[in-house]
């Protein structure tokens, strides 16, 4: 079965520095990878998607993906009191369009 | 342009009923996902669909649980003779039909309570 790790938190960071967030996923052959934020009784919202290996930035956030030691991450720049969530992790398999989901880490961002 | 629509926001049900849960998916998205979320947890895959069809109900509990995305109208997420462990968020997520499950647009959830 299929699992995605993540660190349940909080991860607590002062205003202003990177926040690092981190997972691993059990599937080698995993291929698409997801961050979702999700705001304390919210619904989840996409924020960033990865496929290939190194890193993807997109403003203040970039994804790394490392496939050979099934590792993915996200680093948050310049953290901002608002950046406080639950970050969740997700993959999906070749094949398969059904992505699953880790427990999520909570960052809490304070000034 | 509006986004995934799940009603109700709130459903409060005693041991024995039933619950019906509604989505109707983002313009244009052909799957939709039902997904529960326990406090401090992640969000667990019920079942995937597209119209008229189960495509994957791996997630689904064997018993009283059941769902459906007819031809015309919302998909339905329904929990028979509930229980207290079905107290849960329930979220759908829909996206479009190129691409699958790369990119998931979820709803406000339904908060269901049993009493």
């Known amino acids: 079965q299929k699992e995605v790790e993540q660190n349940s938190g909080p991860l607590s960071v002062p205003e202003g520095a990177i926040a690092s967030l981190n997972c691993t996923y059990s599937d080698r052959v995993s291929q698409s990878f997801f961050w979702y934020r999700q705001y304390s009784g919210k619904s989840p919202e996409l924020i960033m998607s990865?496929?290939?290996?190194g890193d993807k930035e997109d403003g203040r956030f970039t994804a790394q993906l490392n496939k050979a030691s099934q590792y993915v991450s996200l680093l948050i720049r310049d953290s901002q009191p608002s950046d406080s969530a639950t970050y969740l992790c997700a993959e999906t398999s070749g094949g398969s369009y059904i992505p699953t989901f880790g427990r999520g880490t909570s960052l809490i961002v304070h000034p | 342009n509006a986004g995934v629509m799940q009603n109700p926001r709130h459903l409060v049900r005693r041991r024995g009923q039933e619950a019906r849960l509604r989505c109707s998916p983002m313009?244009?998205?052909?799957?939709v996902y039902w997904y529960r979320q326990l406090p401090e947890e992640g969000l667990k895959f019920m079942v995937y669909l597209q119209k008229e069809n189960i495509i994957d109900e791996s997630g689904m509990p064997k018993e009283r649980f059941s769902a459906e995305f007819p031809k015309e109208g919302p998909s339905i997420l329904r929990i028979q003779q509930v229980v207290r462990g079905d107290s849960a968020a329930y979220f759908c997520a829909s996206s479009p039909p190129v691409g699958g499950g790369e990119k998931l647009f979820f709803g406000s959830g339904t908060q269901l309570s049993v009493l």
């Open positions: 313009k244009g998205h052909s799957h």
């Open positions: 990865i496929y290939s290996n």
